[in-house]
């Protein structure tokens, strides 16, 4: 089975910085994304991991721990325009398999 | 930027109505996926397709619904007879085979909102 854990809601100052963290438990791996949301919007790419560690892009950056099936969204300097659904969503199997997403979480950021 | 477009934007339909949900999808893409998003829920993947077929395909896509690419630039979701749980957004998304398979992105349409009374 596949199970895709995020925090429902979060609240974060304008300037800020917030964490969005994800777990997950699937039968296999392949790589996980990160993805934004803004309400009656596509979902946009914004990073990928599949080795453990940090990737930075720019104010964002994402985090992986493939032994605890976990991973973090790092938003920095936020501003208002992030406010937004942020998706976590896995790959399990072979690179044609489809992605599998988690509720996601909205972040508000406040003034 | 190239885009996926999806056509129309928003669609009215009564229950039992067939409806046909339109897609662009990038032109140098290869894989393409329809996923619905009941408000407020989770996106949620219905099927994939590649190289003229369905390659993998959820619960949710029962007999009443069918894909197609009737042409080299559409891709299309039918839903033979509508039912109010249908009511959802649907989006769909390509990834190019260029990249590698691992780490290719979705990239998604704006959506069709579908609403079945």
């Known amino acids: 089975g596949q199970n895709i854990d995020q925090p429902t809601e979060m609240t974060a100052t304008e300037g800020a910085i917030v964490q969005i963290n994800c777990t997950y438990q699937t039968s296999g791996f392949n790589g996980l994304f990160w993805y934004q949301q803004h309400a009656g919007e596509a979902p946009t790419f914004l990073s990928y991991?599949?080795?453990?560690g940090l990737e930075e892009k720019g104010r964002f950056s994402s985090f992986l721990s493939r032994s605890k099936g976990y991973s973090y969204l790092l938003l920095k300097e936020l501003q208002m325009k992030d406010s937004a659904s942020y998706l976590c969503a896995v790959r399990d199997d072979s690179g044609n398999t489809p992605l599998v997403f988690g509720k996601g979480t909205r972040l508000s950021v406040i003034a | 930027e190239p885009e996926v477009t999806q056509t129309p934007s928003h669609q009215v339909t009564q229950m039992g109505q067939e409806v046909i949900l339109r897609c662009v999808p990038i032109?140098?893409?290869?894989?393409f996926y329809w996923y619905r998003q009941i408000l407020g829920q989770k996106v949620e993947f219905l099927v994939s397709?590649?190289?003229?077929?369905?390659?993998?395909k959820s619960e949710i896509f029962d007999d009443q619904f069918s894909v197609e690419r009737p042409d080299g630039s559409n891709f299309t979701l039918k839903i033979r007879s509508t039912k109010l749980e249908d009511s959802a957004m649907y989006f769909c998304a390509s990834r190019s085979d260029r990249e590698s398979s691992y780490n290719s992105p979705l990239h998604f349409g704006n959506g069709t909102r579908l609403t079945v009374t």
């Open positions: 991991n599949v080795l453990d």
């Open positions: 397709f590649y190289n003229n077929e369905i390659s993998e």
């Open positions: 032109s140098n893409h290869l894989y």
